[in-house]
């Protein structure tokens, strides 16, 4: 029957959270998580902090038991089938993909980032389902098995057996590719031994940092670092920060993390402090991976969420754990079907995407191979129902969400360009003509695609009244101009036969460059101090990059070319000081990597001596962040009066000896680009 509103009931005190005799409210049940109700007669938390209506007008819901039921043969299905039919009602039906007949479409990879726009229904959200995620306690840990791995027909005696820790398999999903987990005792041993001698981590972190500024730290990380990745479900969060009765608890390791990932990300005035709280945090997180889970992979984000060219080796390291993690808890599988809570198969999918952004990107940054390749997962990109409140997200949390949806399908576009232009195979054999210009096509249409499937508050450029300031935006749009310029190098290549084409191309590098350059000149102190993706201060980098190698090519042969390149190169320097000034970590990075890159060529050029001097000013310690803002704002005209500077003088052609030492920076150009 239906349930009784909450104000017509009767209760003595507080209802009991998780209790089984009291169902949640009809929207809490349809977000999948628990409803708390401290008053009663009022409506839950979460209703009350989203001004929504609490009501409990949905009838009973028919749980599910832990073990599958036994199968039963149907009309056109085997007789020793594992386990029967889902009793989830799910759309099978696929909308056609139309015959494409343009010549685009013949080199593109069959993995397209925009074949998929529509939010289609998934399993179903009505049904009760029991986390695969420790699921029991926290001394067994559920691994994931291939279809290959073991023959169905020797599962079916496991899992017709009891429910309990006894039984050895589980199985989540129906089908021609059945999702099985073989659950294992964890084997727990080490230095610190079990979960609950992880809390010593925690309280020395607590101690370094000053217990009265968790509160701020975790405030922060809610409303930057979790709304543009969303690594973590922010209800469970929100209910252990508030201590809410029977909402359980996070291990003290991400806990641990969380805040040391915060201090490090948000206060670098501390960074001494942050240091020694990391200690702390991996001494423990050696622990975490000797009971995988999906905790382990969240505590290990905090990590690759901070920066990776400080240690760039462990970071890879780190980073390859973490995808052997994943694999073995399934996350590479489609889990959209999968008879599991709404916020797990979500944050499932959210994590698996999350570390193909962050392995994607070292991939072309550090020019390594990659851990995941696109044939190795059939996960879909994320949509808006994957976040924790699905469609009935919130303005800013649905722009941050789109962000990181974003960075998820630029993430396809550049593996197709580390793929194709940027592997061994890609050195040795590069792609010839026409193929070679096809491709470049292909993937330059893939970007104008992507600059269509954005939210127009997402766009580029950036427009005051018009685009978003929420966590991730401005991460997402620098990537986006970053591909921007890694396609625009490749070009550089092949200028063609006839100064025409030269010309042409030498322009359309410049175009993309002073894009890069307007958009910092844009930021204010808000963008800077919020949520930046790891690697944002290369696509910089590389943006300086190609401004130098335009100024070069140009020479005297295309004054006002190069006279332009000069100008936009002395507003990206003196953007990057006032980053740098303004203590934006991006920034800092960007500045160091651009030192060094100049100082190659400080001897023999003067172009990249003059730049230098403008970069290498000493900073003021004493500047306010008004004043910063100022210099930011005041930016725009590059004409570099305010340093002395003739532009004329500072765009002097390179000399042999310039063009030799260019040639040998590998690890910003290729072979191809180099040629002149």
Not at 402 to 418: D, H, N, P, V
Not at 639 to 667: A, E, F, H, I, R
Request: glycine share 6%.
């Amino acid at each position: 029957m239906p349930r009784v509103p909450t104000q017509d009931r009767t209760l003595t005190g507080p209802r009991r959270i998780g209790s089984k005799k009291v169902r949640p409210c009809d929207n809490c049940r349809r977000q999948k998580h628990s409803c708390h109700i401290t008053v009663p007669g009022r409506p839950c938390t979460d209703c009350a902090a989203r001004n929504k209506e609490c009501t409990f007008i949905a009838p009973p819901l028919k749980r599910h038991g832990k073990t599958p039921p036994k199968a039963t043969p149907a009309a056109g299905q085997s007789g020793n089938a594992v386990a029967g039919p889902s009793s989830v009602t799910l759309d099978q039906s696929l909308p056609p993909d139309p015959q494409k007949h343009s010549m685009s479409s013949l080199i593109r990879v069959t993995r397209s980032p925009f074949i998929d726009n529509d939010d289609d229904a998934d399993g179903s959200d009505e049904a009760y389902y029991d986390s695969l995620d420790m699921e029991f306690d926290d001394y067994e840990e559920s691994h994931y098995l291939g279809p290959s791995a073991i023959a169905a027909s020797s599962l079916a005696a496991s899992l017709s057996s009891a429910a309990g820790p006894g039984q050895k398999f589980r199985q989540v999903s129906d089908g021609p590719v059945p999702a099985l987990f073989v659950r294992n005792p964890a084997l727990l041993y080490g230095r610190l031994g079990p979960p609950a001698g992880t809390q010593p981590a925690l309280d020395e972190c607590m101690a370094l940092i000053g217990k009265e500024k968790i509160p701020d730290l975790l405030q922060q990380f809610k409303a930057n670092t979790l709304l543009a990745f969303p690594v973590a479900n922010r209800m469970r969060l929100e209910a252990v920060i508030r201590r809410e009765p029977n909402s359980g608890n996070y291990p003290a390791t991400f806990l641990a993390a969380l805040i040391s990932h915060t201090a490090y990300t948000y206060r670098p005035l501390e960074r001494a402090t942050t240091v020694e709280m990391w200690k702390q945090v991996l001494a423990a997180l050696e622990d975490e991976y000797r009971l995988p889970r999906l905790i382990t992979l969240q505590t290990t984000m905090m990590l690759l969420l901070c920066n990776p060219h400080e240690n760039h080796a462990q970071n890879s390291i780190t980073l390859g754990r973490a995808v052997g993690c994943a694999h073995v808890l399934g996350l590479h599988v489609e889990c959209i079907k999968w008879k599991l809570p709404r916020w797990e198969r979500s944050l499932r999918r959210r994590l698996w995407w999350a570390l193909i952004m962050i392995d994607t990107w070292r991939s072309y940054v550090q020019g390594r191979p990659p851990y995941i390749h696109p044939s190795d997962h059939n996960v879909s990109v994320p949509k808006m129902r994957d976040s924790d409140w699905g469609h009935d997200t919130s303005n800013e949390e649905k722009q941050s969400m789109l962000s990181f949806m974003g960075m998820a399908r630029l993430s396809i576009i550049l593996e197709r360009i580390t793929s194709n232009f940027h592997t061994l195979q890609a050195a040795v054999s590069p792609p010839r003509e026409p193929y070679r210009s096809l491709l470049l096509e292909s993937i330059a249409n893939d970007l104008d695609s992507f600059q269509d499937w954005l939210d127009p508050g997402l766009r580029l450029p950036v427009t005051p009244q018009v685009t978003s300031k929420a966590p991730g935006v401005r991460s997402m749009q620098l990537a986006q101009l970053g591909l921007k310029v890694a396609l625009i190098r490749l070009t550089l290549g092949e200028p063609g036969d006839n100064g025409q084409d030269i010309e042409s191309t030498l322009g359309s590098a410049l175009l993309i460059g002073t894009e890069l350059v307007e958009f910092l000149e844009c930021l204010d102190i808000q963008d800077q101090t919020t949520c930046w993706f790891p690697y944002s201060a290369f696509n910089i980098l590389n943006g300086a990059a190609l401004l130098l190698r335009v100024a070069v090519k140009a020479g005297t042969t295309y004054p006002l070319i190069n006279g332009q390149a000069g100008d936009a190169l002395i507003r990206l320097v003196t953007v990057i000081r006032a980053g740098y000034l303004g203590l934006w970590s991006t920034a800092i990075t960007a500045k160091t990597h651009l030192e060094l890159l100049l100082r190659s060529l400080e001897g023999d050029s003067l172009l990249a001596k003059n730049l230098l001097s403008i970069l290498s000013d000493p900073p003021i310690p004493t500047q306010s962040n008004n004043q910063v803002n100022n210099t930011f704002t005041g930016i725009g005209t590059g004409t570099g009066n305010d340093w002395g500077l003739d532009v004329n003088t500072l765009l002097t052609p390179m000399t042999d000896v310039d063009q030799q030492l260019w040639s040998s920076l590998g690890w910003l150009w290729d072979n191809q680009t180099m040629q002149s």
